[in-house]
């Protein structure tokens, strides 16, 4: 299997610029979440999906940012419009059932807005 | 208010050593998790826990619930043990409620 797939790796934008962010989790897996890492305030769960539908998104920091799922093998987060306090680390993670199991992390997607 | 505190924050050991990393956690959970940060910034999964221990390989974990406490020991320590080690709890029964500690910067030098 490949793991969770997340792109782009790197995101370099600028102010006011839409961003999306790409996550196929583990085939198989029905729970996805949507992280972010800064150095201020760690890791921080943004929202997640369970068998397509989000299930809590009270960790979206603000309208700007919103996620959807149209089918169990992808997601997007977008951003609209980015600020420059939005650079971070974007996870995935997916898991399968309750999540019991441990989840499983994708690479990162590193964003930059300048 | 619900937090997850983690000892020590950095921490340099040398190869062999056995080490123990700390969370404490305020409120009740249902499972603990404990992940591994890579220095590339990659993170693994390494434990989901609600009571007990767990073991895998060098990596054993530890939960004691009635004392909201939870341990990661990694025995003969090695340098590609250097990371960032994260712990987060559930509570609440929902996946959504997860609260993470901040991290302990583990560094293991040959």
């Known amino acids: 299997d490949a793991g969770v797939i997340q792109s782009p790796r790197h995101e370099v934008t600028e102010m006011g610029q839409e961003v999306t962010l790409r996550c196929k989790p583990i085939s198989g897996h029905n729970s996805l979440f949507w992280y972010r890492q800064t150095m201020m305030r760690g890791l921080e769960l943004l929202i997640y999906?369970?068998?397509?539908?989000?299930?809590?998104d009270s960790g979206m920091p603000e309208d700007r940012f919103s996620a959807k799922m149209p089918n169990a093998s992808f997601s997007t987060l977008k951003i609209q419009p980015s600020e420059p306090r939005d650079s971070a680390v974007y996870f995935c993670?997916?898991?399968f059932g309750t999540g019991r199991g441990g989840q499983y992390f994708g690479p990162g997607t590193r964003l930059t807005v300048t | 208010k619900n937090e997850v505190e983690q000892s020590p924050q950095n921490l340099t050991a040398q190869e062999g050593e056995f080490i123990t990393i700390n969370c404490s956690y305020s409120?009740?959970?249902?499972?603990l998790h404990w992940l591994q940060q890579h220095p590339g910034g990659g993170i693994v999964s390494l434990f989901m826990l609600s009571s007990g221990k767990k073991k895998h390989g060098r990596l054993i974990a530890t939960i004691n619930i009635q004392e909201k406490h939870s341990s990661l020991h990694i025995t003969a320590s090695h340098p590609r043990d250097s990371a960032v080690y994260i712990c987060?709890?559930?509570?609440?029964?929902?996946?959504?409620?997860?609260?993470f500690g901040k991290g302990t910067k583990l560094s293991v030098k040959p």
């Open positions: 993670a997916s898991s």
């Open positions: 987060a709890v559930f509570y609440g029964g929902s996946q959504g409620n997860l609260i």
């Open positions: 409120v009740g959970i249902s499972a």
């Open positions: 999906f369970n068998n397509n539908v989000p299930i809590d």
